[in-house]
Structures are given as structure tokens and as C-alpha cells.
């Protein structure tokens, strides 16, 4: 119990491990799930397999599930995604490896806008794909925005 008598530091300093306490008991109610900004490796895998198998995603970029989403119409003909990656590596080698890969997989380069963020557009057939790299401090995201022209 906090005590009005006590000096204000520890009152604060109660008052957070209170704080803690309560924040840890209900995060253990929720194991098994994942939050919007978690990540997933499995995830990774099979949105992209089973969806968009013919986009490459660099090795230790993963799935971050509250910023992705994947609609396919009734039919399955009509399909969009907006996938979203992070990893704690750095943009360096990422614009050659979707340069590269992008190639592999038939799609055709279509721009390219770089600075501190990176664009690149390609599109296949009846297709667009938009890759959007950036870095911060310490991670890079990727950015797929895919779906019909």
C-alpha cells in the first residue's frame, strides 16, 4: 500500500512495479497468441507460399502480423496483399537482392525512387508489386503492397 507519508521517489517507484506487476499477470493470460507488432517466422512462410509464392522475402525478415493483411475475393482470382517485414539488419544489399530475385520470379522493374527510404515497383503480367525498404535505428522494414493492376 502506498503510504502518503512516504518521500515521492518511492511512492513513484511502488507505483510503477504496480504497474509491472499487473501488466505481467495479464500478458500471461494471452500466451499462445500474438500481439499486433510480434513477429512470426512461420507466418512468413505461409502467407507467402501459399499466396504469393513468387514474391522473394530476404532470410531473417519476418511477418509482422498487425501491419499485414492478405484479402482474396470468393472467387480466388482477385487477390491483394500488404505484407509487412522487419528484421534487424540493414537496407545494404536489399535493393540488389530484390533487383535480382524480382527478375527470377518474371517481374519487370518498372521504377525505382531511393534515398533514406527506398521504392521500387514491378509488375507481372496482370500484376503490380511495391517494395518499399526502410531503415531506423536499429531495424529495417520491407513494405509488399501486391494485388491486379
Known amino acids: 500500500m502506498i503510504n502518503v507519508n512516504m518521500p515521492h521517489f518511492i ?3 511502488l507505483l510503477f512495479l504496480s504497474f509491472g506487476i499487473v501488466a505481467s499477470i495479464s500478458g500471461c493470460s ?3 497468441t500474438y500481439s499486433d507488432s510480434e513477429q512470426t517466422h512461420i507466418d512468413r512462410h505461409s502467407a507467402l507460399t501459399e499466396q ?4 522473394p522475402i530476404p532470410d531473417g525478415f519476418n511477418l509482422v502480423r498487425g501491419k499485414s493483411f492478405i484479402y482474396i475475393s470468393g472467387t480466388g482470382k482477385t487477390k491483394v496483399g500488404k505484407l ?14 530484390y533487383q535480382d530475385k524480382m527478375l527470377e520470379k518474371n517481374w519487370k522493374p518498372l521504377s525505382f525512387i531511393g534515398q533514406n527510404t527506398t521504392t521500387m515497383v514491378f509488375e507481372q503480367k496482370n500484376h503490380i508489386c511495391t517494395i518499399t525498404m526502410e531503415p531506423s535505428f536499429w531495424k529495417t522494414t520491407v513494405e509488399i503492397n501486391v494485388g491486379p493492376k
Open 11 to 13: 511512492r513513484v517507484i
Open 30 to 32: 494471452s500466451l499462445g
Open 52 to 55: 504469393f509464392p513468387n514474391i
Open 84 to 97: 509487412y517485414f522487419s528484421s534487424w539488419g540493414k537496407v545494404s544489399g536489399l535493393i540488389k537482392f
